[in-house]
């Protein structure tokens, strides 16, 4: 996945199209930012980051209160590599901090945009999820926690999701802790997925 985020800039190396002051987005493709809450006339931070609603299994099924932090902004002359955007730490630091002034991954000069739009995850079948838990970058934590598809079906029934996200990728423990999710109005969405909700039918709860 670091190579594919990468080839970004190759892409924009080759077409020779981006000056230092153009504003670069990185998101995965599971990650819609809202920017209807950018003045881009306005942006003076080096960096933006967009917090996005969660969402599992279906269109409509909100994890709530957990905010992911997934679509980002720089300008060109920041930018040192979509990874690097990527892999910066979600959260303002103060500037006078030793371990900022020194390091690529924090940064005080940050704007967090409060609605900032969708993150989708999951949203396939039983057998689609499973067969993508047991090949993605944590797939030994996800076979050790004894899940399997029967689980699986039995989660998506309930509507509840696989783990919990803020527990310590090696906490085992985090896979028993099934929090519910919450079903929404399709005027929560995005302006496409209402305007198009009968494209989607087979994808909203």
Same mark, same amino acid.
């Given at each position: ?15 020779? +199209?981006?000056?230092?002051? =153009?504003?670069?987005?990185? &998101? ?5 930012? &809202? ?52 892999? *910066? ?39 689609? *999820? ?12 996800? +076979?050790?926690?004894? *899940? &399997? ?18 527990? =310590? ?7 028993? &802790? ?5 079903? *929404? ?21």
């Amino acid at each position: 996945e670091h190579y594919q985020r990468n080839m970004a800039e190759e892409s924009l190396k080759i077409l020779s +199209e981006a000056e230092p002051e =153009d504003i670069i987005l990185i &998101n995965d493709i599971d990650e819609i930012p &809202n920017l209807d809450e950018i003045n881009f006339n306005r942006i003076n931070k080096k960096l933006i980051f967009f917090k996005q609603k969660m969402f599992y299994y279906k269109l409509n099924l909100e994890y709530p209160n957990f905010d992911w932090i997934g679509s980002r902004i720089c300008k060109v002359k920041h930018l040192k590599s979509p990874q690097w955007l990527r892999n *910066i730490k979600p959260k303002k630091y103060s500037f006078w901090r030793p371990d900022v002034l020194l390091s690529s991954k924090k940064y005080s000069n940050v704007e967090f945009i409060k609605s900032g739009g969708w993150h989708f995850t999951n949203v396939k079948t039983v057998e689609q *999820i499973d067969h993508k838990m047991r090949n993605f970058l944590h797939h030994l934590e996800y +076979e050790k926690s004894g *899940i &399997n598809i029967n689980d699986l079906k039995n989660l998506i029934d309930q509507k509840k999701i696989m783990y919990n996200h803020k527990a =310590d990728k090696t906490d085992q423990n985090k896979w028993k &802790n099934a929090k519910s999710l919450n079903k *929404i109005s399709l005027i929560d969405l995005p302006n496409y997925v209402r305007m198009n909700s009968s494209k989607f039918k087979d994808w909203l709860d």
